[in-house]
């Protein structure tokens, strides 16, 4: 006699009732169209300048901390409306010795390249979406001349679904086509152009 | 040399690290030195307010519950500790800041918003904190409040809790190891592997994993209590060199200073010194040849100084070479450039046994209130050698064999090699490496059941190195000894006072029982 006393269907529901509690340690991991839907815009801009500034603290007054202003120079706007001059405001910094860091922030560099999923600019500790999260470094693959779109950590993505991380321990990495290739910038901006269509068009509906 | 005010410690470490975290799952947060961000050794305090009025669902409050996170990672980490105060919530805190004149503190908050402004709305906690070269002076964690409740529990959240409730305890273990200089794995080449260091971790991971432990055992050595196996002179592992550069890895946390023992290297910096090191381990090489040798800590992860020899005693070495930081220009501006790592270049001769020290920068020579000793963590020494190798690697021609013994006696195990002299041995018990095991032939005596496993042994030379087939100890307790006996016993029949015994009991039990 069959001894399971757990219908199928209960214990699928009682498996997706679970699945709230996949929570990030730092970060609730957005998907890509809930990262492109959270964006205030999105940009593909290369850095001009990056100048790091000792700030009052207006939380504690008394304290400082170091916050950095990088300039871009936005080569393509993807989404929404960005300000001209864009410059991000952000925690974080180094000035001489000090250097000031928010852990699972990105960095940057002048002359670095990426698409940036900007909220909450001067508002928000690091105005990206889900903090490195929403930070695309772009570089030009030398033997194709493409450009190339990566993690913050300077890993290719061959499609927009690899944003959203594999819970490791419940189901593996997706297996990616041998023949895929990785996106390049352009391919990766009418991506999220067409998740941006389709939420405004849900809105609107 | 160890310098909160320099800034030299960059270069050619990053590639060391860099070619090193290819074959690693877990990442370190790096400086803009390139170097990984850690805490000197020694006690790194936190005070933690998160507050304990509140019970929560696994009965603990969240002070007690973060204090476990702490504990946790003290369990398995050595060269640092942290030292844990618990407050009340809402006791004074700076946020990161600087306010002097008071020390920073390294504290565990919660908080609505963080430097006046928002966390992103996905965002749980932040780590936030100063580094100075790549050594960490300040660190702070802030939980967000404003988008998130916060709970303790294990495993998957309880129905009990509302879907924005999130496990303080987990978070504070994640956001610990940034604070120990742990990275998202995830983030940075690592998809699919099982870390609480990942930004996003899975269903049920609430601890660390074999993952996490190893990175911050990286920086700052195992919490067990064992010496490295190469900590004395006499114990110096041999390095094999089968082509013309090999690196091979060590730890030198938990090691010591040998009586009589040289320091190893001046400080490099502006007034040279001898620096008293304090956690020295040996490495030997016999070069095949004669030829140029540069050797150099690239990929450590702590302050190193190194030190070159011949000689065979420890208190009778002859110093052929040493070094604190290497130079390296990192710019056209950097006019006195160092990194942390150190490097050596020396011609060898053919036959020469040399004897190679790795110890950590001590820096009580520029502080003398710091008393923390020499710097400390994982080693990887790398050899590289211009010379002709020649030679014939090790081969073994009898394998050891297997031993059953009881327990207290006495287990020889030996191997038979050949190949060009010298020849050095290394027994090992269940892969780890014997202290003072390095002859063809080893023996315990006074045995226990702790020492039964599979023995085996790495033969190495100028010019490669072997290890035999596994050989088991099985160690069996003895019989325990029979009652004497009082009558002619014999064919295994109870003994009379076995029988008048049991008449006894039973004869009590039936008194007692009666009304």
């Known amino acids: 006699m069959k001894r399971c006393c757990l219908p199928r269907w209960l214990a699928a529901f009682a498996l997706l009732a679970l699945l709230p509690a996949a929570q990030a340690t730092t970060i609730i991991a957005p998907d890509f169209d809930t990262m492109v839907g959270k964006s205030d815009y999105i940009v593909r801009a290369v850095v001009k300048s990056v100048t790091s500034q000792w700030r009052d603290n207006p939380d504690k007054p008394g304290s400082r901390y170091i916050g950095t202003l990088v300039e871009l120079d936005v080569k393509e706007v993807i989404k929404g409306t960005p300000p001209s001059p864009l410059v991000l405001d952000l925690v974080g910094g180094r000035i001489g010795d000090q250097e000031f860091t928010v852990d699972g922030a990105p960095k940057f560099t002048v002359g670095q390249e990426s698409i940036l999923f900007v909220k909450g600019n001067g508002r928000q500790i690091v105005p990206l979406v889900g903090m490195s999260h929403g930070f695309y470094p772009v570089r030009r693959d030398k033997r194709t001349g493409e450009d190339q779109v990566m993690r913050s950590g300077g890993q290719l993505i061959y499609s927009e679904k690899e944003l959203t991380q594999p819970e490791s321990t419940v189901s593996p990495a997706p297996v990616r086509d041998p023949k895929a290739r990785p996106l390049n910038s352009s391919e990766f901006a009418n991506r999220i152009r067409k998740s941006s269509k389709f939420s405004a068009r849900e809105i609107l509906e | ?515």
């Open chain 2, 1 to 515: 040399m160890k310098s909160l005010n320099n800034l030299r410690r960059v270069g050619l470490a990053l590639l060391g690290l860099a070619s090193a975290a290819t074959s690693l799952a877990f990442v370190f947060s790096l400086s803009s030195t390139g170097m990984p961000i850690k805490w000197p050794a020694g006690n790194i305090p936190i005070t933690i307010m998160l507050g304990d009025t509140t019970t929560l669902f696994d009965g603990s409050n969240y002070n007690t519950s973060a204090r476990a996170a702490a504990l946790a990672w003290n369990g398995v980490i050595g060269s640092a500790q942290f030292q844990i105060q618990l407050a009340a919530a809402g006791a004074a805190t700076e946020q990161s800041g600087l306010k002097p004149p008071q020390p920073p503190i390294n504290e565990l908050a919660f908080a609505d918003t963080l430097f006046g402004k928002d966390f992103d709305t996905s965002t749980l906690a932040v780590t936030t904190g100063f580094s100075s070269g790549n050594e960490r002076t300040e660190a702070d964690i802030t939980f967000n409040t404003k988008n998130f409740k916060w709970d303790s529990y294990r495993g998957f959240r309880p129905s009990s809790l509302s879907s924005d409730t999130i496990d303080i305890q987990r978070v504070a273990i994640h956001e610990l190891g940034h604070v120990l200089g742990l990275d998202h794995p995830d983030l940075n080449g690592q998809p699919g592997r099982n870390a609480i260091m990942n930004s996003r971790i899975s269903l049920n991971v609430d601890t660390m994993t074999e993952d996490d432990i190893n990175g911050a055992q990286s920086l700052y050595g195992p919490r067990d209590p064992l010496v490295p196996v190469n900590d004395a002179f006499a114990s110096a592992i041999a390095i094999p060199l089968s082509s013309n550069s090999i690196s091979v890895k060590g730890v030198n946390t938990n090691a010591t200073k040998e009586p009589n023992e040289p320091s190893h290297a001046f400080d490099s910096g502006q007034n040279p010194k001898p620096n008293p090191g304090g956690r020295s381990v040996w490495w030997r090489w016999t070069a095949p040849s004669a030829g140029g040798v540069t050797i150099d800590t690239k990929g450590s992860y702590f302050d190193t100084i190194l030190g070159v020899y011949t000689g065979s005693t420890v208190s009778s070495l002859t110093q052929i070479t040493s070094n604190d930081d290497e130079s390296i220009p990192t710019g056209p501006n950097d006019s006195t450039p160092h990194v942390q790592t150190s490097k050596v270049t020396f011609n060898a001769s053919s036959g020469t046994v040399y004897r190679i020290a790795v110890d950590g920068f001590n820096n009580i020579v520029q502080n003398p209130a710091d008393t923390a000793g020499a710097d400390n963590g994982g080693i990887t020494l790398n050899l590289n050698f211009t010379g002709t190798i020649t030679g014939t690697a090790p081969v073994i021609s009898t394998q050891p064999a297997s031993v059953t013994v009881l327990s207290g006696g006495s287990a020889t195990f030996s191997v038979t090699a050949s190949g060009t002299e010298p020849l050095a041995y290394q027994w090992n018990f269940n892969t780890n490496p014997v202290a003072g095991a390095t002859n063809s032939t080893f023996s315990l005596s006074g045995v226990t059941t702790g020492q039964a496993g599979t023995y085996t042994v790495t033969v190495s030379n100028a010019v490669g190195s072997t290890t035999s087939t596994g050989a088991t100890l099985t160690v069996n307790t003895p019989a325990p000894t029979p009652p004497p006996s009082t009558g002619g016993g014999g064919g295994g029949a109870p003994s009379v006072w076995f029988c008048a015994v049991l008449a006894a009991l039973g004869l009590s039990r039936f008194l007692s029982r009666r009304p």
